[in-house]
């Protein structure tokens, strides 16, 4: 079975080398980028398994170069964890999941936790989901995609477990300790903060798309997808 491979982008040697001796360690295949534009080429060459994106690049900084890898067809659906430094960290968390990054590390990290945080992200790419939301909307897991129709758009692999995770409870509540345990593996806990920023885009990804239905919030407790009406037969 080939080892799932890990793209390092992150302009320091010594923290490269850290995260490339961890991985080499565990099994992965692990592939470096110093900048931006070196982490383009090679994704779009050969996408990988999980991209580690530090923010403080030369030049193109990471939550710009996050934000061009999205719009790379290629890279879309690679997980992206976004590794930042302290200082300001609700506001680069922020900037960096707005970008497309699906996690944020927030450096010095425990490696512990950021192998762990890894393995969560691969494991949810194995994860089938229901295939769909209602008479108009699909998920097509194998791309990682929302259909409705002749159209489709890109979900990251964090927001397709989120949109999957409502979808398999809707019309009822989804607590945000569920979208925390189920979502993000229980790796972390992430605040209201973060998850009403992957709600808010679901919300805007389906609205492209000309869905009817809705993700209502419950100030406080969770969200709800409530799907589309179904039209009456006849």
């Known amino acids: 079975m080939k080892a799932e491979s890990i793209l390092i982008v992150d302009p320091e040697s010594s923290s490269r080398?850290?995260?490339?001796?961890?991985?080499?360690?565990?099994?992965?295949?692990?592939?470096?980028?110093?900048?931006?534009?070196?982490?383009?080429?090679?994704?779009?060459?050969?996408?990988?398994?999980?991209?580690?994106?530090?923010?403080?690049?030369?030049?193109?900084?990471?939550?710009?170069?996050?934000?061009?890898?999205?719009?790379?067809?290629?890279?879309?659906?690679?997980?992206?964890?976004?590794?930042?430094?302290?200082?300001?960290?609700?506001?680069?968390?922020?900037?960096a999941l707005e970008s497309g990054a699906d996690d944020c590390v927030t450096k010095p990290y425990d490696p512990a936790e950021l192998l762990a945080r890894v393995r969560a992200h691969l494991r949810r790419l194995q994860r089938s989901a229901v295939p769909a939301i209602d008479a108009s909307l699909q998920l097509d897991a194998g791309r990682r995609h929302a259909v409705m129709a002749e159209r489709a758009v890109a979900l990251t692999h964090r927001e397709y477990a989120l949109l999957d995770l409502l979808a398999q409870n809707a019309a009822r509540l989804t607590s945000r300790a569920a979208i925390a345990?189920?979502?993000?593996?229980?790796?972390?806990?992430?605040?209201?903060?973060?998850?009403?920023?992957?709600?808010?885009?679901?919300?805007?990804?389906?609205?492209?798309?000309?869905?009817?239905?809705?993700?209502?919030?419950?100030?406080?407790?969770?969200?709800?997808?409530?799907?589309?009406?179904?039209?009456?037969?006849?």
């Open 17 to 95: 080398e850290l995260l490339r001796g961890m991985l080499d360690a565990h099994g992965y295949q692990v592939e470096t980028a110093v900048d931006g534009a070196a982490a383009l080429a090679i994704a779009r060459a050969c996408p990988p398994s999980l991209i580690l994106l530090d923010d403080g690049l030369p030049g193109r900084d990471g939550v710009t170069t996050c934000a061009r890898l999205r719009r790379d067809e290629r890279s879309q659906n690679v997980p992206i964890i976004m590794l930042t430094v302290a200082g300001g960290a609700t506001a680069k968390k922020i900037a």
């Open 181 to 234: 345990r189920d979502v993000w593996d229980g790796a972390c806990e992430p605040d209201a903060n973060v998850i009403e920023v992957y709600i808010r885009r679901l919300r805007h990804k389906l609205r492209t798309l000309g869905y009817a239905g809705r993700i209502r919030t419950v100030w406080g407790v969770g969200y709800m997808l409530e799907p589309a009406a179904t039209p009456p037969a006849g």
